[in-house]
């Protein structure tokens, strides 16, 4: 390939998928008083939903022959499978086998994602490939980053 | 007032909320199985969500002496009270007593968002005043518009 | 199905879809120098690109069994089939048919977006199902709406 | 041109810019507390300012020959004159005398606006062309449309 | 709590809030030409203004009990207080004492933002949180980034 | 100037424009049949095209007398110059010789944006002005981020 090549270049490639799912923020050690006073309204008693807007941003240095950091279609099939089979159109506190026991808050499912996503990318990383960063927007409003740290 | 208002002047002025809410799309007259077939993931048992934005327009004669057509803080007011009270952080399912003979499909989401306001702007509405046009975006890709027609 | 529905209720439902394509303003019948006083750098020699965005709407009244006025998976299929298999990653002067005696604008984009999607809804439209309008936005800035007048 | 444009079609073409002003909504001939009570904090002494987002929708015949409705780059050059020459960087009470005995509501903006752009593009109109509709977006959250009614 | 916060996890949560305030770039110690050849039209007299969007972001290990970093309608109480009291609806230079000496362009706004609420959020820290940037966009196109260095 | 400005500030400022252009993903150095198995459609014949956002950021100490870190009329004469001059209405295969030997992925843009700003920017740099990173989105789903590691 060319010039601009010839050194190694690490950059960051990030991709944003949505889906859309339900949660109830609520503490099963809890008492329901206890959870309203944590919680507020995000703990009423039949859930409520979102538009998760996820970035994953992976790292590391572009392909001299392709150009790519990472095949962008491959990406695509990995966050298919591992992220909107998981979570789109569920509800995150029934139907999500490793959010069980858990409040399902914005941190949480970053960390999820994060776990799910950088064992699954490790295991194919045969260069210098690395998940970087999970970004959650819960809302436009709000969002949660989760580094590995 | 000013030249600009000395005839009377029709506008649309429109405003942004949002409410966050679970949903199931679900024909309790049909099977599980039709339901599938017709809803596909949106029937999928424990419900999912979304970040619901609405967007209402309300038209009429601009007021001479406050340049307004109609107060905003007032308009603020009885979206607070008409709609993020009923449906934010609820479960369009099981919270809202207007849907529960319903499949709470985004067109009729709208439909009831109208029929709440006509009735609540027309009592309030001794000028010019009327509601125009209610769009609910369901995601960043899908809208419904409804119009009263 | 409920109250809400019994009587009809017309609705205008949109669907966004991107498509990535090349093109060049440039009319055959007239000379380079000509070209570039009426299109500028749109006319450059080896043409540039746009994110295209597309919204659809189509209207009609809300079926009283599904909740839906018409079903967006198969809206999304007929899109995919119509829309992005001409359009996405292509070159609109060299690789669209329908293009090849025109100077591609998005005027003319959306023109011809409304006649494909037109004739293709009217086969299937036996309910009130009509096209509404086609709307290209051709940058963040600028967009086209053409309604079938 | 090519059998697309062999009738006459109809299109709307918008444009979007953006000018960045101050203003206060403060009636002279009423009082601090009257304009306190209608205007809230919008009536601060000092007054705000926001990003408006102004968005011009122009309408009629494609032309056979250039696949344009109307030469961007001249609506452009109109906008820059007429629109950010006035109110950008601007006080919109003190420094635009078109609004100078108004309360400089967006109502009232877009109104202007509309009054502007209507007389302008009256002027050179040798075309089925006119002016459809004037939207500012005070805020993401805050539009107001006028059409000329 | 769960499995997945065993481990300390650090997060970083972003909030976005918006006010609308008036400014005038202008170096009292300095000419009107002088400030003129440096801030150009944004040292106009009667000052302009911007919907400015703050984006704040805080770090810290997510709570194992409650599943938060920190609880946002606290984090909003603060910001509403210290942020939107202060600056909303104001004219930067004449109504905001830390401004009242500073030509307040909005990196010296990013800087003043960040000393308010690190102290703020500085004294209610009781665990290992603390502000990591604060991020001021004044239109969509310019930003400023300030991370306390 | 003022006390906030009394020590040193560190900050980031980010300037935003967009570029539409076409380009293909293409290896010369590969067959037809390769270069469809990596690149799919993007290696279709006649190329397709973005609108490139570039977001191009600049860190350093905020200057004392100015209150900014670097004049953004400046900025954005630079980015007129070299960038806009160089890509905007281009197709990146054909008529930008600094890609003639390349495949033009965003990654390898952004290498190539980052080369020519950074060699421009170090040569007006009389301070502690430095390029800090440049992100280009390609749709509103990919971006690449290089910081010239």
């Not at 008693?45 to 392709?66: A, Q, R």
């Not at 298919?80 to 086998?97: G, M, Q, S, T, W």
């Not at 490790?122 to 590995?148: C, D, F, P, Q």
Request: aromatic share 8%; net charge negative; charged share 30%.
């Amino acid at each position: 390939m060319n010039d601009l090549l010839k050194k190694p270049r690490k950059v960051y490639v990030s991709r944003k998928i949505e889906f859309n799912a339900a949660h109830r923020l609520f503490n099963p050690l809890r008492t329901e008083q206890e959870n309203l006073e944590v919680y507020g309204k995000c703990s009423n008693k039949n859930g409520h939903g979102h538009n998760y807007l996820l970035e994953v941003t992976i790292s590391g240095i572009v392909d001299c022959d392709t150009g790519f950091l990472f095949d962008l279609k491959e990406l695509n099939t990995i966050l298919e499978h591992e992220i909107i089979a998981r979570f789109d159109h569920r509800h995150l506190n029934h139907d999500v086998p490793e959010l069980q026991e858990c409040v399902p808050t914005t941190e949480v499912l970053a960390i999820l994602v994060w776990d799910i996503l950088e064992e699954r990318l490790r295991n194919i990383n045969n260069r210098e490939l690395s998940l970087h960063e999970v970004i959650i927007y819960e809302t436009g409003k709000n969002a949660v980053r989760y580094l590995g740290e």
